[in-house]
Every structure is written in C-alpha cells, then in structure tokens.
Nanobody
Framework: QVQLVESGGGLVQPGGSLRLSCAAS????????MDWYRQAPGKQRELVAT???????NYPDSVKGRFTISRDNAKNTVYLQMNSLKSEDTAVYYC?????WGQGTQVTVSS
C-alpha cells in the first residue's frame, strides 16, 4: 500500500493561488494514476484532478482552467496548482492513489 502525505494547504483570499503537494512512498509511483479529491462540509467527496502514469490530465468543469495537476516521478510527488481561487473551493483536499488516501489538507478561501 502506498503512503501519501499532503502539504501546502492554508488560508488564501479569493483570487489567490496555492500549490498542494503529495509525497508518495514506493517504487511503482510512476505507474500509478494519481488524483486529487476534495470534500467540503456537508458535501460528498468530489474528484478535482487526475494525472495518469503517462501524464494525461483530466479535470471537472468546476476547476478546468484554474487548477493544474502535475507529477514529478523522480521525487514521487504529485502537485495541484490552484489559481483564481473562489470561496466555493474551500474544502479538505485529499491525494489519492490506488487503494490509498492521504490524510487531507485544509484549503480555506476567504477574505
């Protein structure tokens, strides 16, 4: 099982940016599809970005054009660059690999 550790959350004003990082353990990271999910209070967890082992990315319409997922296989790390943040982006953000979840990192967008 892959161990995942997220970092980079925090408080940001509307229109601001944050970059989340997720460090993964294991030797097979480069083969995994990696995802970022988020869960706001009282809402279901939702997928916000996916990057495959070959680098193909996918986003829902709610974040497309604002969020960018990337990976550095040499560092076993996946990133989520979040720009033009809105109050509705406030949530706990989770990194996901096959059969594994990170502990989550809080992102709060507020003035």
């Amino acid at each position: 099982q892959v161990q995942l550790v997220e970092s980079g959350g925090g408080l940001v004003q509307p229109g601001g940016s944050l970059r989340l990082s997720c460090a993964a353990s294991g030797s097979f990271f480069r083969f995994y599809s990696m995802d970022w999910y988020r869960q706001a209070p009282g809402k279901q967890r939702e997928l916000v970005a996916t990057v495959t082992g070959t680098g193909t990315t996918n986003y829902p319409d709610s974040v497309k054009g604002r969020f960018t997922i990337s990976r550095d296989n040499a560092k076993n790390t996946v990133y989520l660059q979040m720009n033009s943040l809105k109050s509705e982006d406030t949530a706990v953000y989770y990194c996901h690999a096959p059969l594994s979840w990170g502990q989550g990192t809080q992102v709060t967008v507020s003035s």
